[in-house]
């Protein structure tokens, strides 16, 4: 039997694989492509896991975190309050305290109010919160696919307004300007537009110092590397994003080598993607009209819920266990729940394939489990295996149960 069929006999069905060695190998990846000396953030919501953020640690990483949630699995994963930036652009005074109180003092800050919040939680708890503003650039960079600045955003300080800000967001009691941070990227696999939007990030930096004074002791630049997502293929190569970025950095920060500013990244799916595999098995084929159904034990209660919102995956599936050979066809991929949303694939090519037959998804580690609808039609939450190579770390399930107050 196959691995990941020997795993779903062991542990059952549907089951995400998660291998540290992989997340090891992406951390490595990412870190030669980028300069040295760089800080590297771990989006926790890619994949909260706490042996696969704890991995990350292990290399090096720092937490990007923006819930209770996301925080109590940092410190599961053996992060320290002092390795933690928390972001989001709606930070409740609830959070906050829980935040400050486990030693969190770095913030990115998206609105004059959110400051405020910050100090007044900071200011309460006699601490010093440092705050990098989020900044919603005036003018895009490089065109891309998502792009999240130089438009109306909920996300960041639209560029314009910060001078004349400046005053009052220097004075907010219980926090300090410590730097910038802008996201204005996301999964780009062309180097050319990461290096301009990263090269863009940096010179609006660089002015906002210049121009209103603004301290950067830390400069989030943000990320945008991408990753395979629900089908084959290789986490990209970037060879040339090193050089890209030294050169621009060295013109606009000169200090930076030694340290000032403090120049950090942040990924999640370059880190967590490749190491996840989706192992789920036929509970039945059906025909109708002509099409052929073939309906898995996982749907978008398990993968990929954004589907049901109308974004169909490119999944692609892999096949393990007994499958008879035979000549592939047309078929449609869904789960098990009472939704025509419910479609993982639509126009895959499969061979037959029978009940209990286990297929894999591949590329399943980054915005699976956390992209999906868990609580939709009550099934179980899959199980997540962590390994290590083919040895197994630990077996593990979230559950669900209300809590009468
Ligand atoms: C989601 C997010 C990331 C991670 O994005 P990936 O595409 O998974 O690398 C990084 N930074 C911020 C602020 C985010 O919101």
């Known amino acids: 039997m196959n691995w990941y069929a020997e795993l779903a006999a062991r542990y059952g069905s549907p089951l995400y694989v998660y291998d540290l060695e992989r997340v090891a190998a992406a951390q490595k990846d990412l870190r030669q492509a980028l300069p040295g000396g760089f800080?590297?953030?771990?989006?926790?919501?890619?994949?909260?896991?706490?042996?696969i953020a704890r991995a990350l640690r292990d290399g090096g990483a720092l937490a990007e975190i923006s819930s209770t949630g996301e925080l109590n699995a940092a410190f599961a994963a053996g992060f320290d309050g002092s390795e933690v930036l928390l972001t989001g652009p709606g930070k409740t005074t609830e959070e906050l305290e829980v935040a400050v109180d486990g030693g969190v003092r770095l913030f990115s800050v998206e609105s004059p109010t959110d400051l405020w919040h910050v100090g007044q939680v900071a200011a309460r708890r006699g601490v010093i919160a440092d705050c990098l503003l989020r900044v919603n650039s005036a003018e895009p960079g490089a065109a891309t696919s998502?792009?999240?600045?130089?438009?109306?955003?909920?996300?960041?300080?639209?560029?314009?307004?910060?001078?004349a800000?400046?005053?009052?967001?220097?004075?907010?009691?219980?926090?300090?300007?410590?730097?910038?941070?802008?996201?204005?990227?996301?999964?780009?696999?062309?180097?050319?537009?990461?290096?301009?939007?990263?090269?863009?990030?940096?010179?609006?930096?660089?002015?906002?110092?210049r121009e209103t004074g603004l301290p950067i002791r830390l400069l989030d630049i943000g990320g945008g590397f991408a990753a395979p997502y629900l089908t084959g293929g290789e986490r990209p190569v970037y060879g040339g994003l090193r050089a890209g970025l030294e050169t621009v950095l060295d013109a606009e920060f000169s200090g930076w080598r030694a340290g000032t500013p403090e120049i950090a990244c942040e990924s999640g799916?370059?880190?967590?993607?490749?190491c996840g595999t989706l192992v789920c098995t036929v509970v039945n084929i059906k025909e109708s009209r002509g099409r052929r159904f073939v309906i898995l034990d996982a749907g978008i209660n398990t993968l990929g819920g954004m589907s049901g919102l109308g974004r169909l995956l490119p999944v692609s599936v892999g096949l393990n266990g007994a499958t008879p050979d035979g000549e592939r066809s047309p078929a449609t991929l869904v789960g098990p729940l009472c939704t025509p949303g419910d479609i993982l694939a639509r126009n895959v090519s499969l061979p037959p394939l029978a009940?209990?037959?286990?297929?894999?998804?591949?590329?399943?580690?980054?915005?699976g489990m956390t992209a999906s609808l868990v609580m939709f039609l009550g099934h179980p939450a899959p199980i997540e295996v962590v390994t290590h190579g083919h040895q197994v770390v630990s077996v593990s399930r979230i559950e669900f149960h209300r809590k009468y107050e």
């Open 39 to 51: 800080s590297l953030f771990y989006s926790f919501k890619a994949n909260p896991h706490p042996e």
């Open 146 to 163: 998502i792009r999240m600045t130089g438009a109306p955003s909920q996300f960041g300080f639209d560029e314009e307004m910060i001078p």
């Open 165 to 209: 800000l400046m005053p009052e967001l220097r004075a907010v009691p219980g926090t300090r300007l410590a730097g910038a941070h802008l996201f204005s990227l996301s999964n780009s696999k062309d180097e050319e537009s990461l290096v301009a939007e990263f090269g863009h990030t940096i010179s609006v930096a660089a002015r906002l110092q």
């Open 355 to 367: 009940p209990g037959d286990v297929v894999t998804i591949p590329n399943a580690g980054a915005y």
């Open 269 to 274: 799916r370059y880190l967590a993607g490749d």
